[in-house]
C-alpha cells in the first residue's frame, strides 16, 4: 500500500515512535536487574505475569499502593538533575507497602512527557530499577506517553504502581496497645513530600538551585533532591522477627497526621522531640521561613521517616536488629491512652 501524496505523519505532529523503542532496548538491562522469583515475562508484552506460587506464597493476599514524586520533580527538572527522582517514586509505593506488613513483589511505572528526550527517560527509569534492586521489587511493566501540547519544554511527570503480598493473617496494624514502644527510623532528608513549601522557601531565601547549600556541601538544588530512603528490607527484617504491631511511612502530614493512621481509635503517642536533633535542611527551613515547630511536624518528616510501634518486651532486640541493618533508630515515646500525638520537649 502506498502512501498518500504528501501525507502528514505521527512524527509530524510530534510523537516520535521510534524514541520510543530506542527507550526500551535501553532500560531492559536495567529492568533485568530486577528479576525476581515469580517474574514470568520480561517487558515488551500487552501486560506483564507474576506466579505468586514461585515467589513463595501459599494462601496470599495482594496489597496495592500508587503515588508520585510530587513538585520535588520541579527541581529536578531545573537543575537536569534527574537521577534520583526514580528512586522517590519507587520508595513512595513501596514505604507505604510495608506499612501493611507486604513485601513489594513488582512495580510498574508511567513517565509522561510534551516530547521524548531518550537520555533523559533513561536516566529516570534507571533510577526506578535501582530503587526496585534495593527494595527486591521487580520492575515488570511501565508506560512512555508522549504528548505533545501537554507539557512544556523538557517537562515530565511520573506515577508508579506497586503490588505487594502478605501471607493471610499477617496483616498490619496489629495487636497495637497502650505501652508499646515507638522507634523511629531517620530519614535523611525532605524525602518526597512538602516541597510546593520547600520551592517557596527557596523563593524567599533569595537562592538558586545552583547556589551552596546553607545546610550541607555542594549545591543547594543537589542537597534537596536527595533520594527518599527505602525502608522495605529492614523493616521486613524487623516483622520477621516479630514483636512489630504496627508501621507509619511519615509522609505529607508528618507524625502528627501519620502515626495515628495505624492506631486504634483510643490511642495515640507521647513523642519526645529531644530523642532527636533536627536534621539542618529543616532548620534551615524553619528559620528561613518562620515555620512554627508544630507546623513543621504536620509537614515534613523532620527527620523521621519511618515508625515501628512494638512490644515493650521486643523493643531492644528489634532497636538491635534495625542498627545492624544501617538504620539509625531513634527512640521516640510510646503509645498511650488517648486519640493524638502529644509531643514533649523541643524540635528546634
Not at 498511650?336 to 509531643?343: D, E, F, K, L
Request: with cysteine.
Amino acid at each position: 500500500m502506498s502512501d498518500a501524496k504528501n501525507g502528514i505523519t505521527y512524527a509530524q505532529a510530534g510523537v516520535d515512535i521510534d524514541a520510543g523503542y530506542a527507550l526500551v532496548d535501553r532500560i531492559k538491562p536495567a529492568a533485568k536487574r530486577t528479576n525476581r522469583s515469580g517474574v514470568m515475562a520480561g517487558l515488551g508484552g500487552f501486560g506483564a505475569l507474576f506466579d505468586l506460587k514461585d515467589a513463595g506464597y501459599s494462601d496470599p493476599v495482594l496489597v496495592a499502593a500508587t503515588d508520585g514524586v510530587g513538585t520535588k520533580l520541579r527541581i529536578a527538572i531545573d537543575t537536569g538533575n534527574v537521577d534520583g527522582v526514580g528512586i522517590d517514586l519507587v520508595a513512595m509505593c513501596v514505604n507505604d507497602l510495608v506499612c501493611q506488613g507486604a513485601e513489594p513483589l513488582f512495580f510498574l511505572d508511567y513517565f509522561a512527557t510534551g516530547k521524548l528526550e531518550t537520555d533523559v527517560a533513561a536516566r529516570i527509569i534507571e533510577g526506578i530499577a535501582e530503587g526496585c534492586v534495593q527494595s527486591n521489587c521487580a520492575l515488570i511493566g511501565g508506560e512512555t506517553a508522549e504528548m505533545p501540547g501537554m507539557y512544556p519544554a523538557g517537562d515530565f511527570d511520573l506515577a508508579g504502581f506497586s503490588v505487594g503480598a502478605m501471607e493471610r493473617g499477617a496483616d498490619l496494624p496489629r495487636g497495637v496497645i497502650k505501652g508499646d514502644v515507638l522507634l523511629g527510623l531517620a530519614s535523611n532528608g525532605v524525602h518526597s513530600n512538602g516541597y510546593s513549601l520547600v520551592r517557596r522557601i527557596v523563593e524567599i531565601s533569595g537562592l538558586g538551585w545552583d547556589d551552596a547549600a546553607p545546610f550541607a556541601d555542594g549545591p543547594l538544588g543537589t542537597a534537596l533532591l536527595a533520594p527518599t530512603r527505602l525502608y522495605v528490607q529492614p523493616a521486613l527484617e524487623a516483622i520477621r522477627a516479630g514483636g512489630v504491631h504496627a508501621l507509619a511511612h511519615i509522609t505529607g502530614g508528618g507524625l502528627t497526621e501519620n502515626l495515628p493512621r495505624v492506631l486504634p481509635d483510643n490511642l495515640g503517642a507521647d513523642i519526645n522531640l529531644d530523642a532527636w536533633a533536627l536534621p539542618p535542611v529543616f532548620a534551615w527551613m524553619a528559620g528561613v521561613g518562620n515555620i512554627a515547630p508544630l507546623e513543621m511536624l504536620k509537614t515534613f518528616n523532620c527527620g523521621v521517616g519511618m515508625v515501628l510501634a512494638v512490644d515493650a518486651d521486643a523493643a531492644d532486640d528489634l532497636r538491635a536488629q534495625l542498627g545492624a541493618s544501617g538504620e539509625q533508630v531513634i527512640d521516640l515515646g510510646t503509645v498511650t491512652a488517648g486519640a493524638g500525638v502529644r509531643y514533649t520537649g523541643s524540635l528546634i
